[in-house]
């Protein structure tokens, strides 16, 4: 006999990474993502082959801890557990220069140990140099709650022009992570499980990562 029982619709997924593409905003002197063919499909060619050079660095990405400290692990290196599972997204949108603990208190309840922080209404299309990154303290206080991996939606937890970066270095002084350069426009304050893996790239300082977030049952 049928069935009588109602649907039950799939989680939703926000997809929170930008597009990768040769105009995408990049720190300048960046290695911008560049895609040439190698092969056409033709009759005598039965595929369409493609090369691409980038920084790891462009769209959203995972920062190696070898990103900012020379005796450090590189993306090979780095666990994955904490790229995947419970987050709150917490909105400060307006948060400049920096995002503040007084930005964040109002989600403190019962932190996952992923955070990610929207800071803008809408996401950078251009390079912005006066993008909101983290105070160093406020990386301080999330540790201090068991965070193990923060984001941002923005090219950097650090400012466009620091050359100590503090917030990188509280980064490596926790042994968290980070994910840059999401794009969380549309998704609601609130907990998802976060899917954010970086590529097994041997030695690199970064990957990229495609981020998504799927709503909890």
């Avoid at 005598?44 to 900012?68: E, F, I, K, Q």
Wanted: aromatic content about 6%.
């Amino acid at each position: 006999m049928p069935s009588s029982a109602t649907p039950v619709a799939p989680p939703r997924l926000w997809d929170i990474s930008p597009l990768v593409a040769p105009d995408a905003p990049i720190f300048p002197g960046d290695e911008p993502y560049r895609l040439t063919w190698t092969a056409r499909l033709t009759p005598g060619c039965p595929v369409n082959l493609s090369a691409m050079t980038m920084s790891p660095h462009v769209g959203a990405h995972a920062d190696a801890p070898l990103h900012y400290a020379n005796d450090a692990p590189a993306i090979d290196e780095v666990p994955l557990d904490t790229y995947l599972g419970r987050c709150r997204v917490i909105h400060a949108i307006g948060a400049a220069p920096l995002i503040l603990v007084e930005h964040l208190r109002h989600a403190e309840a019962e932190l996952p140990p992923r955070v990610l922080v929207r800071t803008l209404a809408r996401a950078d299309t251009h390079w912005n140099p006066g993008f909101s990154a983290y105070a160093p303290e406020a990386v301080d206080w999330l540790a201090a709650r068991g965070v193990k991996l923060i984001g941002i939606d923005t090219p950097s937890v650090d400012p466009a022009d620091s050359k100590a970066l503090d917030s990188h270095q509280q980064l490596r002084r926790h042994d968290l992570r980070v994910l840059e350069n999401l794009v969380l426009d549309d998704v609601p304050e609130g907990d998802y499980e976060l899917i954010a893996l970086p590529l097994k790239l041997q030695g690199a300082c970064a990957s990229p990562v495609r981020a998504i977030l799927r709503d909890l049952p």
